[in-house]
């Protein structure tokens, strides 16, 4: 299958500054990438959705100021957790399809800790 | 938009039996149906996928019946391996649109 990456895995910052992370399909255009967050023991909550070139679209009560998700390249997109704070420790995951597929395929998962 | 039900939440099996998982969906106009499995701490993997113009898929131990009159589709793993103890989501694609509908997932364990 097709291969996303994601980085960092891990970041522990403090609370008021700004953390990115970025997504990269390794091995395939991605047409359409995607940010979820995900809490312990629990599913997949969709953030946004953005097409390359495009503005991201965001999912209801996702702030877009505080999560900029860009999508400059086929390969890249990342987002940034703007002035984070301790409630927004979470684990971030990516997920990229290519174009004509319906297929995601999912990054290995940011573990963001805000102090 | 699309709802995706998820059942049970948990389920045990001795190593060796079947494991079947259940998910219902909402909206008719879903047509792609893929199946995720999460180890603790790692990626989603997709494992099986269907789409709504065939009723069942197969792969080794692996199976995803789909009926869409009903509106549900389920997952089933025969000859289970303690490997196989993972979260499992499974997840509806609206055919006009981009994103996944998650199901809440079925934390698996299979008992050696």
């Known amino acids: 299958g097709a291969v996303v990456s994601q980085h960092p895995s891990r970041v522990i910052c403090k609370s008021g500054t700004s953390v990115k992370i970025e997504c990269r399909s390794l091995?395939?255009?991605?047409?359409?990438m995607f940010w979820y967050r995900q809490f312990p023991k629990q599913s997949l909550m969709l953030m946004a959705t953005?097409?390359?070139?495009?503005?991201?679209?965001?999912e209801q009560g996702v702030e877009k100021d505080k999560f900029l998700i860009n999508h400059a390249s086929l390969t890249l997109s990342t987002l940034t957790v703007t002035s984070a704070h301790p409630e927004d420790s979470s684990f971030y995951i990516c997920?990229?399809?290519?174009?004509?597929?319906?297929?995601?395929?999912f990054g290995p998962g940011t573990r963001l800790t805000v102090l | 938009g699309e709802n995706v039900e998820q059942h049970p939440s948990t389920l045990s099996v001795q190593e060796g039996d079947s494991a079947v998982i259940k998910c219902t969906y909402s909206?008719?106009?879903?047509?792609?149906f893929p199946w995720y499995k999460q180890e603790l701490g790692k990626r989603p993997q997709l494992i099986i996928d269907?789409?709504?113009?065939?009723g069942e898929k197969k792969d080794q131990r692996i199976a995803v019946t789909l009926n869409k009159t009903a509106k549900h589709f389920s997952l089933h793993i025969t000859e289970t391996q303690p490997e196989d103890s993972a979260v499992y989501f499974c997840?509806?694609?609206?055919?006009?649109?981009?994103?996944?509908?998650f199901g809440t997932g079925t934390s698996l364990t299979v008992i050696p």
């Open positions: 997920s990229a399809r290519g174009a004509g597929t319906d297929t995601q395929y």
């Open positions: 091995d395939f255009q991605a047409t359409t």
């Open positions: 953005s097409n390359e070139g495009s503005k991201a679209t965001y």
């Open positions: 909206d008719s106009a879903s047509n792609y």
């Open positions: 269907i789409r709504s113009n065939v």
């Open positions: 997840a509806a694609k609206v055919n006009t649109g981009n994103q996944f509908y």
